[in-house]
């Protein structure tokens, strides 16, 4: 068995006091075979930070071997042998709740346990400070709390006496480590005045509270509200809650938290829709969220008193927060609309002309989970076609009087808002040039067309090009404010076939110029 063994086996050390709270006694532990004892000056039992001196007896004097000490597992430097049967050791400034010391006694062959101490660190008691009582308006019972200050580390006894105005006690409960105490209504007359006083005691001394008044009609709170339902509007991050409450004071006011996944509790300022609605917004999408609620009076009344000792205080009375709901709230639908282009086909025999539709993809940040459509409609509303998802470009056949389309993504969450694909041309000529790398591209008016007819607004431009001929048609949308761009990524290193400008305007797009 080596000095570091666990010879001082105590699972656990549980303290108790006598009446006057001291000794120190021992229990559920397994004493060791010792040789000897320890003692501790001023006590075991000590106040947080002191300097101690713990004094090692062996019960044989042999001056050839040598007494050391460990607290709480490391060696104490600070020693001063006092006789051959005792050792002073020097302990400074203990912070610890409670401390184990162990004492050694190492001679040529053998280290043997001399004895153990335990060493318990505590504070006087805190001030008991801002003490509310509060009962509901069907409740029997009337529920005070206090804060207790900082943390003794020590058996800490609460009297709370309950005191007539002129001093009288006509009560007195007493509470052990606690902070929070519950008094039957039925004790205390609704309309006369009390006075809550809290004492505080522990080995190292007394605090006492100062006076509270206490008149139960005004600690009255209100009955805590029930959430009946959890709305979320279509492709909206707003929660709308419904609530209903016994209570019926117009001066009563809802107030919402929440969280998500256990974590910790937000409070959330809400909306008052209308009676019994709120509405929660700057949610996040496709979220589990917890909510609860709770109503308070905006109108309290102020409880007055001639008592020097009290401070007259208003309070806003709250119920007590409510059961728990979950809502998951919805997807998100696409907000923008999609970059639309078309190509037209020359009409045939049959008046028939034939349309192939083109867009880009939605952002992937604009909305919730995946595209499940394209839908096509007339302009007149009716649906011409829908279009798979993997695709993006769709042919159709159209009637020569037809002059627009519109496109919609139908995804998990909604549809993006309708693109309007314009079919008429204006008849106005813009001509693209191309220097000798065949990436950059610029264009320019034709002598008389520009600015437009007074009616029609520039929009944007679209420049339309093939790579390869027969493979086929690449588009970009492009600000109205350019007159050039390039064209980068791949199509840079092979033939660059058929290119041209188009521009788009409030009801036409310009004719093709290849």
Known sequence: MTLSSVIWRCIIVLLTFSINYFPLLHVGCQR???????????????????????????DKCDRSSKISMKLNGKPVDKWERINCTTVKFHLPSIWIPLSAAICWQTSDYMTKLVDGLDLLAGLPPDKPDTITCETARSSSLINCSWTRGQETYLPTLYNISVNRENGSQIRLFQIQGADKITIPRRMLDENTTYLIIITASNHFGTSQSDPVVLRVKDIVIPESP???????????????LQWKSNESSVHLRPHVKLRTNNTSWEMRAGVELSKNLIRTD????????????KICNTAPELTRTNASSITARKALLCSKWSPSMRKTSPGKGPSQQLQVWRKVERQGTD????????WKPLPPE??????????IFLDNGQKLKTCAAEYFQCAVQLPAEVSSLSISAVTTYGKSPPADVILKQSGIAILPTADDSAVFVSWSWTTGNYPLKQEEELQYYVMEWTNVPGKGLWWQKLPKDLNSTSITGT??????????????????SSDFFF
């Open 226 to 240: 029930i959430i009946m339902k959890i709305e979320f509007q279509s492709n909206s991050v707003a929660a709308i």
């Open 32 to 58: 060791a075979i010792t040789s000897g004892y320890l003692t501790a000056e001023p006590a075991p039992l000590f106040l947080m930070g002191s300097n101690l001196t713990v004094y090692c007896h062996t």
């Open 491 to 508: 199509l840079t290193t092979e033939p660059l076939g058929n290119l041209s400008v188009h521009i788009r305007t409030s009801n036409a």
């Open 351 to 358: 008046g028939q002309r034939n349309v192939t539709v083109l």
């Open 366 to 375: 604009d909305f919730s989970g995946k595209v499940i459509e394209y839908d």
């Open 282 to 293: 700057n949610l996040t999408h496709l979220t589990e969220y917890e909510f609860q609620m």
